[in-house]
């Protein structure tokens, strides 16, 4: 097991710990419907598509990839780094 973890930041919001866990994904969906973004614009910018951005918008993806959270989170605007556990 690793002794980093992943840690996303707003600039206006605190540090987040991200886990595969039901927080982070409601992170996620949280963050895609407050940016006012289309599923198209998020999916282009974080080099996925628009239906797997859907997809985890309204649950259809129960347990998405950490890295597929990540790109459309820092997409988003969000900084990730990590850091020791």
Known sequence: ???A???LRLPS???VRLDDG???IALCQRAIRRSHWTYL???ERAG???QTVANIAYGDTKVPRMA???RILTALGWQVWASEA
Do not use: D, F, H, R
Request: proline share 14%; glycine share 4%.
């Open 13 to 15: 919001e605190p540090p």
């Open 22 to 24: 039901p927080a982070t």
């Open 41 to 43: 614009q998020i999916g």
């Open 68 to 70: 597929t959270v990540v």
């Open 5 to 7: 973890v992943k840690v």
């Open 1 to 3: 097991m690793s002794s």
């Open 48 to 50: 996925l598509c628009q």
